[in-house]
């Protein structure tokens, strides 16, 4: 289903957190939290699992706006 966020598990939080994935979302939060995550991703390595459980909570908590858009990068 369209309207679902991806499993925590799946390669995309990776990809995201890691940056190697631009995307502006339609949600300026989401860009906010996205940023954050990256940023102390990149300058903590260890804290990259825990970064990806936040964005997902986070995406979650949003699933109605942003599902769609996180669809469309897989």
């Given at each position: 289903m369209a309207s679902q966020i991806p499993p925590p598990t799946d390669a995309l939080w990776d990809r995201l957190v890691s940056?190697?994935?631009a995307?502006?979302?339609?949600?300026?939060a989401?860009?906010?939290?996205?940023?954050?995550?990256i940023r102390i991703a990149s300058s903590e390595p260890a804290r990259k699992p825990?970064?990806?459980a936040e964005l997902h909570?986070?995406?979650?908590?949003?699933?109605?706006?942003?599902?769609?858009?996180?669809q469309g990068l897989r």
């Open positions: 940056g190697a994935v995307h502006r979302f339609s949600l300026f989401a860009n906010m939290a996205l940023a954050r995550a825990t970064m990806i909570q986070f995406f979650s908590k949003f699933a109605g706006q942003l599902a769609p858009e996180l």
